[in-house]
């Protein structure tokens, strides 16, 4: 991938990741987001996986931010409880702390491992045929059991929020 | 030609599914499909909702068991779709324990849901579903397998917590459930993650033995290690029990409380199984010892100060986790089946007896509101003899007290470990035990030597009833004859110990 | 700026799944906590990918379809269960979600 398309998207992830985690309006954290999805997405493209980079912006943004910010719409979240929702400030620097030094191991850890050129791999790598493929035959069984996880998804909506009764 | 085939230098044909090629499937596939048949019921009646949901849906786990029972004995062990589905006498023995929980919190479920006034067919389907999901996840060692059976064991799970949707705490404790849940997944995953990243395979069984000195691996290692440890609810992962075990509708604590503890301590047998070439490198023994004794320790205290029954049980189940990870510290040191065996022996007086005790605390509770804490349950040793009685059985069985089962899965666990010098870890253990009697005596003393404070009408339910008698009966049997034998079922602990023999 | 390589990937997704489980931990709003969860999982995705083109094999990418999907399914239970109790209480914060703390 060329380094500065990395790097920009590299940079707005990060940027928008902790406009997520900081931001205290709920609607401000879900379109930072939207970014960090859409900016991964364009990372995904540059990793060979096409059909991984459709699905992230189809899925991820299109669907779950979209349906995540209409819960904040549907809910309504008035001023004073964004008040109430202000950052506990201690435990959030103590875990900050703790995950950065934990970034730090890991990554000194994990760039021990020695990088090794990737391997070659033909130009139909990660197409929606190559993925289509396998999704069939290899992962047949993985592909039905998620078929039962989105059911149960669709069942357990329906029976914690339908109104009624 | 497809592009595939060349990218992972294997040809891609659809797996061969005529014949029998799918029974090992099928317990899974009992569970799951058998789910769907329960949605279909529901919503073709749906108009009526009084159709007798627990004897319908109590069919499939009847029907998983018996096919359990056809394969016994002298079952080899074979694998569909590769790595991802194995089916050996440890998957069996897990399956079973998972399909007993399943089958009683459904036999409970009818008359506790009748109670709080939620009677509907798809919290069958529910229980349904996470059991099969349960039967997944201890039967392989393909990672996106064991993620996606670890999924479906939970979602459901987090839904039947929040099910009484008017109740207050029923919710909440969903909501901590779902949050802490889906956070342990995104660590179990990044674990995942690692280790195909070192390996470039996600069979763990082929990935943890082809480079356990990578510390990329080594590090996915933990990550995912600690996926298991939330699941089977050990500190430093225990936070959210109590409140989720209060919270929840009773009879999803009773099916929760023990189904979910046999299918990830199955799991993580199979796991440390396989990841014998890490643990020698990394201090996994030590750590599990730490866990182990941190567990019992902070179950037996927390609980000793409860006065409600429900969160009693719950900080009393983190003690047993504690107890079974004494279990899984000799298997992970020294490798000896034996030990793991005596952790599934653990698992099935653990069902019974918690089963039974939540079983008991659904008869005493009246309609609309529940009657949990200790204090209320003054006299009722007398009202209620035989409900008193079991009570009694069920209480000295957790509390490790012969002749009841719990006794004797103990003495297993901790001579294994002696057996392997972990003779300091089997002394904080007996230790632990003797304080734990305290706190189940206390609901015995309220039972037989306090005065009734309540008037107190006994709803009769003849299935919860037999549930519970039954789980008593058993826990006598097993306790004081761990080793007769029924016509046709072979002796337990030669049973236990067969099903870990084969192990993969 | 050099090459890129799968060890940038693998950083950049270190990175962003430890500010997501910050989020996690030091978050009080429940729909924030559920975003952080979803960033977390983002980050596994980037590494899963990295690593699938590195090893020249689809297992990566075969993961990180079924985790969007799983991800999808979260949500959507997450946000039903946050209705439901906002329904009952209107709150979305955890900390006024004592009744279990008493």
């Keep these: 991938m060329n380094p500065i398309l990395f790097w920009l998207f590299a940079a707005i992830a990060v940027v928008s990741s902790l406009f997520v985690v900081t931001k205290r309006s709920p609607m401000a954290n879900a379109l930072a987001l939207a970014l960090v999805m859409t900016a991964l997405a364009g990372l995904f493209a540059g990793l060979s996986a096409p059909f991984l980079f459709i699905i992230q912006i189809l899925v991820y943004t299109g669907a779950v931010v979209v349906l995540i910010i209409f819960v904040i719409m549907l809910l309504n979240l008035r001023p004073e409880e964004l008040k109430l929702q202000a950052l506990q400030k201690g435990k959030f620097f103590a875990s900050a702390v703790v995950a950065l030094a934990l970034t730090g191991l890991v990554l000194r850890l994990v760039s021990a491992e020695g990088s090794t050129p990737p391997a070659a791999v033909p130009a139909s790598f990660g197409t929606v045929e190559a993925i289509a493929d396998e999704l069939f035959t290899t992962y047949l069984l993985p592909f039905e059991v998620v078929s039962f996880i989105l059911l149960v998804g669709i069942i357990g909506a329906v029976v914690v929020a339908k109104r009624g009764e | ?504 | 700026m050099g090459e890129i390589t799968t060890g940038h990937y693998v950083a950049l997704s270190v990175v962003l799944f430890f500010i997501g489980s910050v989020g996690v931990l030091g978050r009080k709003n429940a729909i924030t906590v559920l975003m952080s969860v979803e960033l977390m999982l983002n980050a596994v995705n980037l590494a899963l990918l990295a690593f699938s083109r590195q090893w020249g094999n689809h297992a990566g990418q075969m993961l990180a379809f079924f985790v969007i999907a799983v991800a999808a399914v979260e949500a959507a239970v997450g946000l039903a269960i946050l209705v439901a109790i906002f329904r009952l209480r209107e709150t979305t914060n955890l900390d006024d979600m004592s009744t279990l703390n008493e």
């Design chain 2, 1 to 504: 030609m497809n592009s595939g085939s060349m990218a992972s230098g294997a040809a891609l044909v659809f797996p061969d599914l005529s014949g029998g090629a799918l029974n090992p499937l099928l317990p899974f596939l009992i569970l799951s499909v058998g789910a769907l048949v329960l949605l279909l019921l529901d919503s073709l009646f749906a108009k009526r909702n009084n159709l007798p949901w627990a004897m319908i849906s109590s069919v499939l786990p009847l029907l998983a068991l018996a096919t359990y029972a056809t394969r016994w004995p002298g079952q080899s062990g074979t694998t569909v779709f590769g790595p991802m589905y194995i089916e050996d006498p440890f998957a069996s023995f897990v399956g079973i324990l998972v399909c007993i929980a399943t089958l009683f919190g459904m036999l409970l479920s009818e008359t506790y849901l009748k109670k709080m006034g939620r009677y509907r067919g798809d919290y069958f389907a529910l229980l349904a579903f996470s059991a099969s999901g349960m039967v997944l996840f201890a039967s392989t060692t393909e990672f996106l397998t064991l993620f996606l059976g670890l999924e479906l064991l939970s979602i459901p799970v987090y839904i039947l917590t929040g099910f009484l949707r008017r109740d207050q705490k029923s919710l909440e404790a969903a909501m901590k459930y779902f949050l802490l849940g889906a956070f342990s997944s995104a660590l179990f995953l990044f674990g995942g993650a690692f280790i195909y990243g070192a390996t470039g395979t996600t069979d763990l069984a082929v990935a943890l033995r082809s480079a356990p000195q990578s510390p990329m691996l080594q590090i996915g290692f933990v990550l995912l290690l600690s996926g298991f440890l939330f699941k089977a609810a050990t500190v430093p992962f225990h936070m959210w029990t109590p409140d989720v075990y209060e919270g929840a509708p009773t009879a999803v604590t009773a099916f929760m409380a023990t189904s979910i503890k046999a299918a990830s301590f199955g799991a993580l047998g199979r796991l440390l199984y396989n990841a014998a070439p890490v643990t020698q490198i990394l201090p996994i023994p030590d750590m599990l010892w730490w866990i182990a004794v941190l567990t019992m320790t902070v179950g037996n205290f927390a609980a000793l100060t409860q006065s409600n029954i429900k969160r009693m049980l719950a900080y009393s189940s983190i003690a047993h986790a504690g107890y079974m990870t004494v279990g899984l510290v000799s298997f992970a040191s020294s490798g000896d089946t034996e030990a793991l065996a005596g952790v599934l022996y653990y698992l099935l007086a653990y069902t019974l007896m918690n089963i039974g005790a939540f079983g008991v605390v659904i008869l005493w509770s009246e309609k609309g509101t529940e009657r949990l804490e200790i204090g209320e349950y003054a006299g009722l040793g007398w009202k209620t003899p035989a409900l008193g009685l079991a009570m009694t059985i069920f209480m000295i069985s957790l509390a490790g007290i012969p002749p009841a089962a719990g006794f004797f899965g103990k003495y297993y666990i901790f001579r294994n470990a002696v057996e392997h010098g972990y003779v300091s870890l089997v002394v904080l253990g007996v230790l632990n035990s003797a304080l734990s009697v305290y706190y189940y005596l206390r609901v015995l003393v309220a039972l037989y030597m306090r005065p009734a404070t309540r008037e107190f009408t006994m709803d009769r339910s003849v299935v919860v009833g037999s549930v519970v008698a039954f789980c008593g009966l058993a826990l006598l049997w097993i306790g004081i004859a761990p080793d007769t034998v029924l016509p046709g079922v072979p002796a337990l602990v030669g049973w236990v110990r067969e099903s870990v023999l084969t192990l993969r």
